[in-house]
């Protein structure tokens, strides 16, 4: 898969979800010590994250989306092995209760 430097919160819960049905981890990284409500997050640590297997999608966040979007660059040069994302809108945008239902209807 080709990934952009951005998802929206609608992105990132739609390929979150093809992704991990064919085995990809998809994490979304705080980097503000400020989790987002009802969405499972991990704290930006680089030691730990290192840890994680090849190809894991590293989904980063902040308040609005501009500071992760600008450190970018930073992210995929210290991550080579894992695709890096910036949640576009940060923790301001996401919607608590948004989820995305199945095509299969």
């Known amino acids: 898969m080709n990934y952009p ?5 609608k992105e990132y819960l739609t390929n979150k979800k093809k992704l991990e049905a064919q085995g990809v981890k998809v994490l979304l990284i705080d980097t503000i010590l400020s ?3 009802k969405a499972d997050t991990v ?9 994680e297997k090849a190809n894991t999608v590293f989904v980063f966040y902040c308040d609005s989306g501009k500071a992760t979007l600008n ?8 991550f080579p092995n894992n695709p890096c994302i910036s949640l576009k809108g940060g923790r ?5 209760n948004m ?7």
């Open 5 to 9: 430097d951005e998802w929206t919160q």
């Open 35 to 37: 989790p987002i409500r």
């Open 43 to 51: 704290v930006y640590n680089p030691p730990e994250l290192k840890k």
């Open 71 to 78: 450190r970018l660059q930073e992210y995929k040069e210290r």
């Open 92 to 96: 301001g945008y996401w919607r608590v």
């Open 99 to 105: 989820m995305v239902l199945d095509d299969d209807n």
